[in-house]
Structures are given as C-alpha cells and as structure tokens.
C-alpha cells in the first residue's frame, strides 16, 4: 500500500514540480534550486560556524551547495524527472520510509548563508518532506558568515547571529537591526534571556498563527519580514492577545495596523507646507461636505503647564487656538499623565467625551497614540514629534533652523571676537541642522566666524563652559513663549557678568493646532496627507508662523534691518539655509559644518534624563545599544 501511496504522491509532486517550473520559464525566472557556490565567492565569507544538528524550515531551505543534481528539481524542490528513471525510484522510497513508522530520520547537511539553506547531502530528502508539506528537517548545518560591512541586511544578520544562541529559531527573521531586543521586550523576557523549548514551541505557534492572515491581507507584497510585521503588531497588542484571539479578530487586528506595517517599508513624507485647504478650490469643494463644522479636540501631556516651559507653550498655544476659532473648537486637557496605560486612558476618556482629533504633545506619548489609533481609526491623532515611521499617528514639529540661521547672521554682526557659543539640547533629529544654520548666519555676516558647541544634555554646565572659554556672545535655549522673554534665555551677549539679550527664535504653537483645525475643517487633513503606507511628518517653517524670531528691544538698527531682511527672505522663499538639501536630508542631519567647533555627543555622554528621548528622537537612535527599557519602536 505504502509503494501506491509513494508512486501516487510522486506523480502530484512531478505535475506539480513542472508546472512550476514552465512557470519560472515564462515569467524569466531561474526554474532549478539556487546554487550556494555561484552565489558567494571565498572573499564574501568572513568564516564558518558549525551549529551542528537543528531543525530548519523547509520553507527557508532555497537551493544546492553545489551545482549536481539541481535540474532534477524545480527551485522549490519538486521533482522533475520521469517516474521510470532511478532517481524516481528513490524518491518512492523515501515517501515509503516518510509513511512508515520511522519516518524520515537522518539529517541532511548543510549551509546556511542569509538565513537560507543550501543542501549538500539530502536533496531528495528535502524534496520528499516539501511534497508533504512538512514544516521542518533534521539539518546538520554549516554556517557561512558574511564580511562585515554597513549594509543594513548585514547588520540584521549579525543581530540574528547574536539572538540565535537565546531563540534557536531560524523561522522568525527581522530586517532591521536592535528588532530581536525590542521582541524580547514585547515578550515580556529579559535581553539576554535563553528560551526554553516550550516557549519555542508557543513562540512558533503564535506565529505561525499571525502569518496566515498576514500573507492573505498582502503581506508578500511588502518588503519586510513577517517577524517585522509581527513586532510592529506587538506594539499594540500583546503575545497573550494573538494567542488566544479568533481568526476572524486576528485578521482585523492586522487590519488595524496595517498602515504602520506598510510604512516601515516607505519612507517618512516630510511635508513642508501647511496642511490647509481653502474651500474655494476644487479639493476644498469636494471634501466640505464631509467634514465637520466643529472639532472636539483633546491635548495630551505627560507634563504640567505650570511645571514645564514646553508644556506651558503648547497650553498657550490650545489658549491663542480657542480664541481664534472660538465657534468651531472646544478643547479637552489631560495634563501630567504617565506616558503608559494612564496616557492610554487618558485618550480614551477623551474619545469618550467625544473628541475628535487627539494632540500628544511629547514624543513620549507615542506609544499610547499608536495603541489609541489602532482602536480608533477614525479619530485624527498627532504626536508633537519628528522622523516617526508610523502612518496611523501623524507627527508635527517646527523648522526651528529657520530662525536659528537669523539668530547666527545676528551673532555674526555682533561677536568682537568672531567666536560664538552654542547651547545645543540633545542629538535629536533636526538640532544638527539648527546649529549648521546658525553656523551659516554667522558666516554670512562674518566670514571669519566659528561656532563653539556646547551640550546641555550632558554633565558639564555649557553655559558656564563658554563664558570661561571667553566667549561673550552665546545662543542659549530659546524662549519658551514670547511672553517669558528672559536673560539668559536665546541669543545673549555678556557684559561684565550680566546677560543681555539680543534674539530669540520661538515656537508659535497657536499658529500649528490653528492651521491643523482649519485643515480639518476645509478638508486639507485627507487632501493633503501622504500616499498609501506613508508616515507624515507636518514640518513647518516661518512661511506659516509656526516659528519665528523674537528681536531684542537694543538691538543696533543696522543688526535689526538685516534680521528682518532675511526674516522677510525665508519667509517667500528667497532665502534658504540650505538651498540644495531636500527637508528630508536637513531633517536627519547628523553631522556638523568644518565652521562648527565641537561634536556630537555619544549616547553615553548624556544624562539619564536625556537618553529616554534620544532614543525616541536621537539622529543615532538605530545604533543604540537596545535595554530592556527601550520605548518600543
């Protein structure tokens, strides 16, 4: 009976195999297995590693170690010779073998490259398994690991390399580097924690679970891993959930974050312009009817007004929003929440109380967005953040370097010396660019200028660093608020220990949630976002009032004529800092100018407080070191 069944299982598995591989020849595709040693080369190889005796999937195993034998097999391992040959005889045997109560047990062998395996001994072994749809094989694997270099798959191979000794598993690969830690997290382990085989088992399970609705909604199609998918899903839900929810729930829950799934493999649209629509053009008129005359608008803030300039500045914003469009606003506050579950709530309760459109206003708070806007499509949701690779919370920040360029040319005219000092924040996306800007202002006013560089975010004082190094003109943090104009706060020059001010560069929060509302309300919120599985970032400049320049009241007139010339330039787009980079390049700036004295400090130069928001926001925050307390991103 056992022959019957083999004879039957080789003639599918022949039909099957050659009808993919005229297949693979009319779409012009290679129709036999990869070969291992037409890939790589010997100086592709950095060396070996025997792992000896594992089970491997199937599904991974992608050709031959060498080039015998491959036309005997289509590239997924089917047979292609005729039933009478002696090759098909064996076959037959090994399907006898696999329906015996034995089975298939000797391991084949051979190499892994990339995570793909090439056979070197078993190829019909392989062949057999794959017919049945096994899952795995017994391998004795030989693992050839590739020279090192910067290529992102590189980097997220030796990452693999590194988690393989804790998981085992060769079935859940990542495409980034750092994604293993943030999965061990999202398990609830510690970063070096060693699975058990059981919780290998229920690690497979799961997703083998997620993989199924997760291929059939396109998943195939993108160019990420289902393990990248399954992490971006695990930021929302948690391995508990995909354990034990129905089919029918996984496959909407997919569903749910399914935008942010397909950005990771899109870039951020950075969008420059003020997201308005005026109802008298065409978009204007084809969404008014769909929008709504009046918002119901939540702020969020892990952080009290009367506690933090940034949250003081962002209230003061809501404040100048409610006045301005008093008819067509009414604003929630839920101020102090703990970024986490009661962030969480917090959003929820808001929704409850009918809010439509929900602004978090720290980076922090992204996670609780992400979470609220899975369970709440249709409520606009916000985080005051830049460079966030999540299509279903869009961010909004200020090209602050705008003003910061004035306040350089300021300083320029200014500085005896020609050497200036700069009070730098943290390495965060968009700071390297202020300070090259400053730097440039500078030079436009004195060629001969340089730029001293200081931190706040680490243990020296910077402003007491530079005023011992001699340097009498300084731009220090900007003012909060125009109306909190105090010494020393933005560009200060310093006169027998006493601080005057010059300029200041600000935010005009009133300006970003007024044209936000407006958006909304004329339809520019959809007309303008980006395409299909696309983040948006609103990055705004002084064309809009979200930033500006506050000029000192001693300021000499010659100074303040020039300031106001370059004001009026940026504004109408006659003058550029950086007239060749796209907004994307000087968004992710990380270097600094020659001009610029000083560098950027290493993630372990900063102070605790300032290394929760660097790896949110930090230009460098895919190289960090991952912890366990890592934010999820």
Excluded at 51 to 66: D, F, H, R
Excluded at 80 to 106: N, V, Y
Excluded at 204 to 214: D, K, L, N
Excluded at 277 to 288: A, D, Q
């Amino acid at each position: 009976m056992n022959r019957q069944e083999a004879a039957a299982q080789d003639a599918g598995a022949l039909k099957q195999g050659r009808r993919a591989y005229r297949e693979a020849v009319a779409r012009g595709r290679y129709p036999y297995p990869q070969v291992l040693d037409e890939i790589i080369s010997d100086a592709m190889v950095a060396g070996q590693a025997e792992l000896g005796v594992i089970e491997i999937p199937i599904s991974q195993i992608a050709g031959t170690k060498t080039a015998g034998r491959r036309s005997a097999f289509s590239a997924d391992f089917l047979p292609l010779l005729d039933p009478d040959t002696e090759f098909a005889g064996k076959w037959m045997s090994l399907c006898e073998a696999h329906l015996g109560d034995e089975g298939i047990r000797d391991p084949i062998r051979c190499y892994e490259y990339f995570g793909h395996f090439y056979v070197q001994e078993g190829n019909k072994r392989v062949s057999v398994l794959r017919s049945y749809d096994a899952p795995t094989i017994p391998a004795y694997v030989i693992r050839m690991i590739p020279v090192w270099t910067e290529d992102p798959a590189v980097l997220a191979y030796y990452d693999f390399m590194q988690s393989f000794p804790k998981t085992g598993l060769y079935r859940a690969r990542f495409s980034r580097a750092g994604s293993f830690v943030k999965l061990q997290k999202a398990l609830g382990y510690e970063p070096d924690h060693i699975w058990t085989e059981d919780e290998r088992r229920r690690f497979i399970a799961g997703y083998t679970y997620f993989q199924e609705p997760f291929l059939k909604l396109g998943g195939g199609e993108i160019p990420i891993t289902t393990a990248d998918a399954m992490l971006v899903w695990l930021k929302v839900y948690s391995f508990d959930d995909l354990i034990s929810f129905p089919s029918a729930e996984l496959t909407r829950s997919i569903k749910a974050v399914w935008a942010d799934i397909k950005a990771l493999s899109e870039p951020i649209a950075v969008q420059t312009d003020t997201p308005e629509v005026k109802e008298n053009n065409l978009l204007g008129r084809i969404f008014k009817g769909k929008q709504p005359s009046h918002l119901n608008v939540a702020f969020i803030s892990d952080q009290l007004p009367c506690q933090s300039d940034w949250a003081r500045a962002h209230d003061l914003g809501r404040e100048y929003l409610e006045t301005v469009m008093e008819d067509h606003v009414t604003t929630q506050t839920f101020y102090g929440v703990h970024p986490d579950q009661e962030a969480e709530t917090a959003m929820e309760t808001a929704i409850e109380n009918g809010a439509q459109m929900i602004l978090a206003i720290t980076p922090p708070l992204i996670g609780a967005c992400r979470k609220t806007a899975a369970r709440h499509p249709d409520v606009r949701i916000l985080n005051c953040s830049v460079s966030m690779p999540y299509a279903g919370v869009r961010t909004y920040y200020g090209r602050i370097y705008e003003a910061k360029y004035i306040a350089g040319a300021i300083a320029g005219a200014l500085s005896r010396s020609g050497r200036i000092g700069y009070v730098a924040s943290n390495p965060i996306f968009g700071v390297p660019a202020s300070i090259n800007a400053f730097a440039l202002g500078a030079q436009l006013t004195n060629p001969q200028a340089e730029v001293v560089v200081r931190w706040s975010c680490v243990e020296q004082d910077a402003m007491d660093a530079l005023a011992w190094e001699g340097v009498s003109v300084i731009a220090n943090r900007d003012i909060p608020t125009p109306d909190r104009i105090r010494e020393p706060w933005g560009l200060c020059r310093i006169e027998e220990g006493k601080f005057h001010s010059l300029a200041s560069p600000y935010w005009h929060w009133g300006s970003v949630y007024t044209n936000l509302i407006r958006s909304v309300l004329s339809g520019g919120w959809e007309a303008l976002g980006a395409s299909a599985g696309q983040a948006v970032n609103y990055w705004w400049g002084m064309n809009s009032r979200a930033v500006d320049i506050l000029l000192g009241d001693d300021l000499p007139a010659g100074v303040r004529k020039l300031a106001e010339i370059l004001r009026k330039g940026i504004i109408d787009g006659s003058i550029q800092p950086f007239p060749e980079a796209t907004p994307e390049k000087i968004l992710q700036m990380d270097t600094l100018l020659d001009c610029v004295r000083g560098s950027i400090p290493q993630y372990e130069e900063l102070l605790p407080m300032a290394r929760p928001l660097v790896r949110l926001q930090g230009v460098y925050r895919d190289a960090i070191p991952p912890e366990k307390e890592d934010p999820i991103l």
